[in-house]
């Protein structure tokens, strides 16, 4: 994982394990990677990954079972999209109205590659008859 110098690891690290949760590769009530584990594959300090499991969990977005390891809250995909949602709409999409008005880019053309987006996004989940085929 790359960290950026602008934001703090612990809360990067946050986003990742967020982004696990909402791409559902940890389900809720499943065992997230131990603190050790997930340091050592991202190559930070122990602290700083219990950091983020407090952080997270303070954010009810995982739960710790005493002795067992840190656990995906049932309703964590909820809480990780109310959370990253408000974040983005106060912290970054001020900096993309700036940009997009310094650039003259319409709200025309970003509809129009919004849904270009939408639909190559859609071509990468396999739909119903595709499974059935």
Request: aromatic share 12%; net charge negative; no cysteine.
């Amino acid at each position: 994982m790359e960290f950026k110098d602008n934001e703090a690891i612990y809360l990067q690290i946050a986003g990742y394990v967020s982004e696990q949760i909402l791409r559902q590769p940890w389900g809720p009530d499943e065992k997230i990677p131990s603190v050790r584990d997930l340091a050592g594959e991202l190559q930070v300090n122990p602290n700083t990954v219990m950091r983020t499991y407090e952080f997270l969990q303070n954010q009810g977005v995982v739960y710790n079972k005493r002795g067992i390891g840190f656990f995906v809250a049932p309703d964590a995909e909820t809480r990780v999209k109310q959370f990253r949602r408000e974040r983005f709409l106060q912290q970054e999409l001020p900096g993309f109205f700036n940009t997009i008005s310094l650039l003259g880019i319409g709200f025309d053309e970003l509809q129009q590659r919004y849904q270009a987006f939408q639909a190559g996004q859609a071509a990468l989940i396999p739909t119903i008859t595709d499974e059935k085929q």
